[in-house]
């Protein structure tokens, strides 16, 4: 029990228009997948290590929702999980690199930690990561995980991806965003670099789990350029951690680079197509669990497959049919509609005769007879027109105020691009844990 585990939730830009972004949203934090508030999946897999502390780090606006569920979750820990307390802590700031700044005074000298993103679900055990951690060499400050992703039904253009450099033994050597990459279109790679480390590897495959371990050490040097960070991102801040083991003439103590076996599943929800998809890989799960025979039902009676969930106090209209399509509570869905592979939220209105394909609908949506829609997202609150067709479409609400701030955001994460002019002041793309 001797790491602090920090999650951070952001505000979700990759999920609009279902996420606080837009005004009609619910906090990411407490999307649900699989009708389970997402952040649940993480401190449940917390919970089996356990940590010496878990805190949930969110924005003024979505913390007191947050604060909430974690009322609720606390009453149904076990026992052994009781021993960890789990605290929140407001934050508003723009860039994920403050976050250190507001804890490096509570985190020094108290043990290592590990930052976590609040979106995150894997069937790998953490005591396998901290066994790696505490595997490292001993020169090692950090570690920084990554995993290659398993679910060809996410586009590869929906994941973030980075040219990350690597050592023959397993150490991070230096990070790229594509963006800057594309824009410059070459990969500059330091000299100095490339003398020390011959041998080393950039890959394009390797995704960033956003999982970093960071021991004492590295908060110590970390809490004397503090101020460097203050509108940076957490990945900058590994990035020149990173390049410490190549860029002075004593080797110092770098990060090691884990990646998750290929045997073990994890998948972000960071991104509508990953939240969509983290829906199925929970409803696959608990269709193997159940395994039951199928049962006679009344004639005319809806249709609900062992690989879909329904939520509580939810109508289901006559011959109706639900196929990995996850329903959630106080729904009322009429006869005939046909829903494949979908994700619906609460208090949600589906006339009859209504057929979903791939569909995410927002809160409190109403969808009107005999519309068709085929890989489309409804924001929460809309309406969509009787007999309506679309595919590929994003029905949003017209609310002004909600549109330039998710415009802004969008602003935000294009403006900054990796120069690579020199070692520590240039600018990084964020990582997302505040955005996406």
């Keep these: 029990m001797e790491f602090h585990a920090v999650i951070c939730c952001g505000k979700g830009t990759g999920l609009s228009p279902f996420s606080t972004v837009r005004e009609s949203g619910i906090p990411k934090a407490l999307l649900p997948i699989g009708n389970k508030p997402m952040i649940e999946y993480v401190l449940e897999w917390c919970d089996q290590a356990p940590f010496r502390a878990i805190?949930?780090?969110?924005?003024?606006?979505?913390?007191?929702?947050?604060?909430?569920?974690?009322?609720?979750?606390?009453?149904?820990?076990?026992?052994e999980a009781l021993v960890c307390p789990i605290g929140t802590v407001k934050f508003d700031g723009d860039a994920t690199g403050e976050i250190l700044e507001e804890f490096i005074q509570d985190i020094e000298n108290a043990g290592d930690f590990v930052l976590l993103p609040c979106d995150f679900i894997t069937d790998l055990p953490p005591q396998v990561l901290i066994e790696e951690y505490r595997n490292r060499d001993d020169e090692d400050i950090a570690m920084s995980v990554h995993y290659l992703n398993k679910f060809d039904s996410i586009d590869k253009k929906n994941l973030t991806h980075y040219y990350t450099a690597?050592?023959?033994?397993?150490?991070?050597?230096?990070?790229?965003?594509?963006?800057?990459?594309?824009?410059?279109?070459?990969?500059?790679?330091?000299?100095?670099?490339?003398?020390?480390?011959?041998?080393?590897?950039?890959?394009t495959k390797l995704l960033d789990s956003f999982i970093y371990f960071f021991s004492q050490a590295a908060i110590s040097i970390i809490k004397k350029y503090i101020g460097e960070y203050k509108n940076q991102s957490i990945t900058k801040m590994v990035r020149d951690l990173a390049r410490r083991s190549w860029r002075h003439s004593d080797q110092l103590g770098g990060i090691s680079l884990f990646t998750l076996p290929k045997e073990c599943n994890f998948i972000r929800a960071d991104n509508i197509p990953a939240y969509i998809e983290s829906n199925r890989y929970i409803m696959k799960l608990k269709a193997k669990e159940q395994q039951q025979p199928a049962q006679a039902k009344e004639k005319g009676a809806a249709t609900v497959g062992a690989d879909s969930v329904v939520g509580e106090n939810t109508q289901l209209g006559e011959r109706t049919s639900v196929k990995k399509t996850v329903v959630g509570k106080n729904c009322i869905i009429g006869n005939r509609c046909r829903l494949t592979g979908c994700v619906l939220l609460d208090n949600i209105t589906l006339q009859d005769d209504v057929v979903l394909e791939n569909c995410v609908i927002g809160q409190g949506a109403t969808v009107n007879s005999k519309a068709?829609?085929?890989?489309?997202?409804?924001e929460g609150g809309y309406i969509v027109n009787k007999a309506f067709q679309a595919k590929g479409e994003t029905l949003t609400n017209l609310f002004i105020a909600g549109q330039e701030s998710e415009t802004d955001s969008d602003d935000d994460d294009s403006e900054e691009y990796d120069s690579y002019e020199d070692d520590f002041d240039d600018d990084f793309e964020d990582d997302g844990l505040f955005e996406r």
């Design 372 to 378: 068709r829609l085929t890989n489309c997202n409804i």
């Design 55 to 79: 805190t949930v780090v969110s924005d003024s606006e979505s913390n007191a929702a947050i604060e909430e569920l974690l009322e609720k979750y606390r009453s149904k820990r076990s026992k």
């Design 166 to 203: 690597y050592s023959e033994d397993q150490h991070l050597l230096d990070i790229y965003s594509k963006d800057s990459v594309e824009q410059s279109k070459f990969l500059e790679l330091r000299t100095q670099m490339i003398w020390r480390f011959p041998n080393c590897t950039v890959s």
